[in-house]
């Protein structure tokens, strides 16, 4: 079992920068695929990055969306996953789930990018960006 707790979220103004943390318990998720996702008001759950290791190291992918503003990173040492978000927009607002994938997680991140690819999620939180 692995428990995963968001953290970070709030309100911010349009352009501002917010950076959220999911702390893992359970299992040490240094090896798994980790993903962020949201899910804005009368929307679907819809992809945001993924970060996991192939052959090659690290890997990181993200959606064209937040492509250059927001950045994924792990802290193995605390055993955690951020998300880093800058020149934050209005159509950010959306709750933030934090995912893990403890199944052969041996793909890029880039093969994660569906629910359905993840195992545990988070309780979400909220993220509000005021124009």
């Known amino acids: 079992q692995v428990q995963l707790v968001e953290s970070g979220g709030g309100l911010v103004q349009a352009g501002g920068p917010l950076r959220l943390s999911c702390a893992a318990s359970?299992?040490?998720?240094?090896?798994?695929?980790m993903g962020w996702f949201r899910q804005g008001p009368g929307k679907e759950r819809e992809f945001v990055a993924a970060?996991?290791?192939?052959?090659?190291?690290?890997?990181?992918y993200y959606a064209d969306s937040v492509k250059g503003r927001f950045t994924i990173s792990r802290d193995n040492a605390k055993n955690t996953v951020n998300l880093q978000m800058s020149s934050l927009k209005p159509e950010d607002t959306a709750v933030y789930y934090c995912?893990?994938?403890?199944?052969?997680?041996?793909?890029?991140?880039?093969?994660?990018?569906?629910?359905?690819?993840?195992?545990?999620w988070g309780q979400g939180t909220q993220v509000t960006v005021s124009s």
């Open positions: 359970g299992r040490t998720t240094s090896s798994y695929a």
């Open positions: 970060a996991a290791i192939n052959w090659s190291g690290d890997t990181t």
């Open positions: 995912a893990a994938r403890i199944r052969n997680a041996y793909r890029s991140a880039s093969a994660y990018k569906s629910t359905r690819d993840y195992d545990y």
